[in-house]
T-cell receptor
Framework: AQKITQTQPGMFVQEKEAVTLDCTYD???????LFWYKQPSSGEMIFLIY??????QNATEGRYSLNFQKARKSANLVISASQLGDSAMYFC???????????????FGTGTQLKVEL | ETGVTQTPRHLVMGMTNKKSLKCEQH?????MYWYKQSAKKPLELMFV???????ENNSVPSRFSPECPNSSHLFLHLHTLQPEDSALYLC??????????????FGPGTRLTVL
């Protein structure tokens, strides 16, 4: 079974509108972390936001917020006030287990291509 | 400038060549990672080094050989590759810190084409 599922291969949004990118995950580990990354056409992955499984509140970072629904195992990314520069590939990723000292072993989804239009 | 650099940015090689990819991080991190990104597939973790020790080899074929001489540098040595190895190879680094997110910072990648 897929550990990270992103069901939207492509999304379009009008500039200044909000958009939600879906991510569901599958793990039996009570301790895990969820990450969202942005990959512009230049190739590098840019970290956006993090949600820990024990965090009581949904994470927010500027225009990015994470709609974390633990019972549904979903961690959707919400981008408010979309800008043309938000056009990129967006990846959801999961680290299973707590801190080990062995680095973060992330499992990534297949990504969602977001296109922001005028 | 992301703090993680990769060279070369593009590489074309034949199946009998030997080449190396280089990654350098300027962020003071102590874990480094190699990922493979193929078209229409999720990123695949290949290797993880933490405190200069390899802690993960994700069933990667032996034609890929990593080297981490110090906490700032990571290499991926390539030999006798196959055309299906053509992909974007991404390097990343992170802190290893209890209680932290330890998010990974990525380099721009090396676009590898195997002929």
């Amino acid at each position: 079974a897929q550990k990270i599922t992103q069901t939207q291969p492509g999304m379009f949004v009008q500039e200044k509108e909000a958009v939600t990118l879906d991510c569901t995950y599958d793990t039996s580990d009570p301790s895990y972390g969820l990450f969202w990354y942005k990959q512009p056409s230049s190739g590098e992955m840019i970290f956006l936001i993090y949600q820990g499984s024990y965090d009581q509140q949904n994470a927010t970072e500027g225009r990015y917020s994470l709609n974390f629904q633990k019972a549904r195992k979903s961690a959707n990314l919400v981008i408010s006030a979309s800008q043309l520069g938000d056009s990129a590939m967006y990846f959801c990723a999961m680290r299973e287990g707590g801190f080990t000292g062995g680095g973060n072993k992330l499992t990534f989804g297949t990504g969602t291509q977001l296109k922001v239009e005028l | 400038e992301t703090g993680v650099t990769q060279t070369p940015r593009h590489l074309v090689m034949g199946m009998t060549n030997k080449k190396s990819l280089k990654c350098e991080q300027h962020l003071g991190h102590n874990a480094m990672y190699w990922y493979k990104q193929s078209a229409k597939k999720p990123l695949e973790l290949m290797f993880v080094y933490s405190l200069e020790e390899r802690v993960e080899n994700n069933s990667v074929p032996s034609r890929f050989s990593p080297e981490c001489p110090n906490s700032s540098h990571l290499f991926l040595h390539l030999h006798t590759l196959q055309p299906e190895d053509s992909a974007l190879y991404l390097c990343a680094s992170s802190r290893v810190l209890a209680g932290g997110h330890n998010e990974q910072f990525f380099g721009p990648g090396t676009r590898l084409t195997v002929l």
